[in-house]
């Protein structure tokens, strides 16, 4: 069955893009249609669990992934003056015994290196979808100027505003977190003697949490902020002075890496996530990555998520008879486990903690934003 499919994929992020790969490697003709110009990532490093490098070295990219990336043993997680509150190995895998530790990694490398796998061609820029049409067995794409394409197999990537999942599964918005992220990239000479190593740190205060991340392989680490913060503008203005004031309290390292940092580098977002999805796809649509089940980042299983669905996606396809029983089996194997990281990544670390950790973090407070 794959070889015979023409599939157009829509988004060229880390779902998109790994889609892309797995299933033209099935011999699926593949084409991504992204509505950017040009593809860029700004704003920090990520972790890339055993069991995504996995995926990598199953596509046969781990290289590729490998020597922009560097391997981290475990993550620790400290209060907000450095005590320490729990350190663990990070999760490991039990598919696969190759690979036993995550990757960090800087998010444009990731995506770089992603999209430097595809075939030449396959990536089409400027193309930013208006309709959707299910015909049942096919579905046809209409994107600004006019431009239609009709395939087999439509692949949903585009990302927490997808206009795949608004025309065909579900119009609610993206839900509004009460947090901003304030995130950076900066040289490991300027974290104030923070960097020992390859492992992430997390320091957490009252309604704020800031995340170190080492991206040796580079000599920087990315820095992040998240705070509460009532404002639900998509990308609101901030100053130096309100970010100072969310780490006040915290370790004076931390403090004097905010107060030293360029504003003009720093990614400054509202936080949103969407609530489960009810359905995933038809017989000729799917979602997958942050279209289906966009999260919260405190798990950091986002860009994880959207790499095990282009895998699962692989994997049903290979397994199933047709391409509507296919699709049903991807859901049924994916669905219930991201719906649980949507769940767990709007609480804190444990329940004990959330109200008194993370003030007015529960679900309940989440109001919609349409």
């Known amino acids: 069955m794959p070889e015979a499919l023409k599939v157009a994929i ?12 797995a299933l033209s490697l099935l011999g699926a003709d593949v084409d991504v249609y992204e509505q950017a110009s040009r593809i860029r990532e700004v704003g920090a490093g990520i972790g890339l669990r055993p069991s995504t490098m996995n995926r990598f070295r199953q596509w046969g990219i781990l290289d590729a992934i490998a020597k922009v990336s560097s391997p981290s043993d475990y993550f620790e997680i400290l209060n907000a003056t450095g005590d320490p509150i729990m350190k663990e190995t990070w ?4 598919d696969f015994a190759e690979e036993t530790r995550t990757h960090l990694i800087h998010r444009g490398d990731f995506i770089d290196a992603l999209l430097g796998v595809l075939p030449e061609g396959m990536v089409h820029l400027g193309h930013q979808l208006e309709t959707i049409q299910d015909r049942g067995d096919r579905s046809v794409l209409t994107f600004a100027g006019g431009e239609t394409v009709e395939a087999d197999l439509v692949v949903g990537a585009d990302g927490i505003k997808s206009v795949v999942r608004r025309q065909l599964f579900s119009d609610k918005g993206p839900v509004f977190s009460g947090e901003h992220a304030y995130r950076t990239v900066i040289p490991a000479d300027d974290a104030h003697g923070m960097v020992v190593d390859d492992n992430l740190r997390m320091y957490i205060g009252r309604g704020t949490k800031i995340y170190l991340l080492p991206l040796r392989h580079r000599n920087q680490v990315s820095f992040d ?8 503008t998509w990308a609101p203005q901030v100053t130096k002075d309100d970010l100072l004031a969310t780490v006040d309290g915290f370790d004076e390292r931390l403090v004097n890496i905010t107060r030293d940092l360029d504003m003009n580098t720093v990614s400054i977002r509202a936080v949103y996530d969407i609530d489960p999805v009810d359905t995933w796809h038809s017989d000729s649509v799917v979602l997958v990555g942050d279209a289906a089940h966009s999260m919260l980042h405190h798990q950091g299983q986002g860009a994880n998520s959207a790499i095990e669905d282009a895998g699962a996606l692989a994997d049903a396809l290979r397994q199933a008879d047709s391409l509507k029983e296919a699709l049903a089996l991807y859901q049924t194997t994916r669905k219930p486990v991201t719906d ?3 769940r767990i990544s709007r609480q804190g670390w444990t329940e004990e903690e959330i109200d008194d950790v993370f003030p007015g ?3 309940a407070t989440a109001a919609p934003q349409e």
């Open 10 to 21: 829509v988004g060229a992020g880390y779902g998109g893009a790994a889609a892309a790969k």
């Open 91 to 94: 999760p490991g895998t039990h």
């Open 225 to 232: 902020i998240t705070a509460l913060c009532p404002d639900s």
């Open 340 to 342: 649980e990281l949507q």
């Open 361 to 363: 973090q529960k679900p």
